[in-house]
């Protein structure tokens, strides 16, 4: 069974960078696509971005310019960093897996990141 | 990017009733659309791929239909324990989701 499990600081200041990463048991991040999604208290879910175990990314137009998901192919990890943060990133950050046959089918628990002084 | 919009944002339902949520893309994606369940402090789950592809363990009165631009989950008898947020995700370009429907039972 495929668990994936987001870790990371809880409290960014705004304009500092937020980092989070995802690792993935019971299943190699060597297949399939791996994502990060975030869902601001109380509202809808926002997609980050997502790569593919070649290693090319995709982003979201709107945070292209912050963001980057890199991986770690031999911890099974792979990580988020978005820069510049305001308090409009506050969210649940959640990692899941994309299997090109089917939508997003295995999800972390999600991680609140709050941006605060 | 392509745009998703859910409708309706909000339903109250009686058990045992039929819920039909519509989601609408800003331009043809296929059949690149997904349906997830979210509960309160939960993930999402996966409920239907494909438009209409079932998953293995989602209970069948879960349903789904469409192709293009127009889109429908149905729910075939509710019950109690699928009060949740329903949301729409296409992969056609890029990822989006819909805003969301909630599902409250009355």
Redesign the interface.
Known sequence: QVQLQESGPGLVKPSETLSLTCTVSGGSISSHYWSWIRQPPGKGLEWIGYIHYSESTTYNPSLKSRVTISMNTPKNQYSLRVTSVTAADTAVYYCARRDINSGLDYWGPGTLVTVSS | ?IVMTQSPDFQSVTPKEKVTITCRASQSIGSSL???Q?KPGQ????L???ASQS?SGVPSRFSGSGSGTDFTLTINSLEAEDAATY?C?Q?SS???????TKVEIK
């Not at chain 2, 993930?43 to 996966?46: D, E, I, N, V, Y």
């Not at chain 2, 890029?94 to 969301?100: A, E, L, R, S, V």
């Open positions: 990017e997904h349906w997830y979210q993930s999402p789950k996966l239907i791929k494909f998953i949301y995700h992969s890029g990822w989006t989701f819909g805003q969301g």
